[in-house]
């Protein structure tokens, strides 16, 4: 099992920042492919930014490619989140998530976090 617990989220204004963090424990996460995903009031979860367990390959959703900034440190089984550039729509519930295989859905990974809100608003 992975317990998974994110942090970081607040209230920005347009073109702000802000850093999400999720720490894991119970299970070290080097094996694992790591996700952000997100929830927007009113829609479904979808994915921001997967990263591969081995060889560090990172895949981005189109709106978060050039803003976001995903790291991980499997040594403190952490996964972050720089989140740059921050518009309204990028107002949601974030949620770091792993599984065991490369995936863009929610049922590709086994474990979540609780989220984190952020809240882009003038």
């Known amino acids: 099992q992975v317990q998974l617990v994110e942090s970081g989220g607040g209230l920005v204004q347009p073109g702000g920042s802000l850093r999400l963090s999720c720490v894991a424990s119970?299970?070290?996460?080097?094996?694992?492919?790591l996700g952000w995903f997100r929830q927007a009031p009113g829609k479904e979860r979808n994915f921001v930014v997967i990263t591969s367990p081995n060889d560090g390959d990172t895949y981005y959703e189109d709106f978060a490619s050039g803003r976001f900034t995903v790291s991980r440190d499997n040594a403190d089984n952490t996964l972050s989140l720089q989140m740059n550039s921050l518009k309204p729509d990028d107002t949601a519930v974030y949620y770091c998530?792993?599984?065991?295989?490369?995936?863009?859905?929610?049922?590709?990974?086994?474990?979540w976090g609780q989220g984190t809100q952020v809240t882009v608003s003038s």
């Open positions: 119970g299970r070290s996460i080097s094996g694992y492919y």
């Open positions: 998530a792993a599984g065991p295989r490369l995936g863009f859905h929610n049922i590709d990974y086994d474990y």
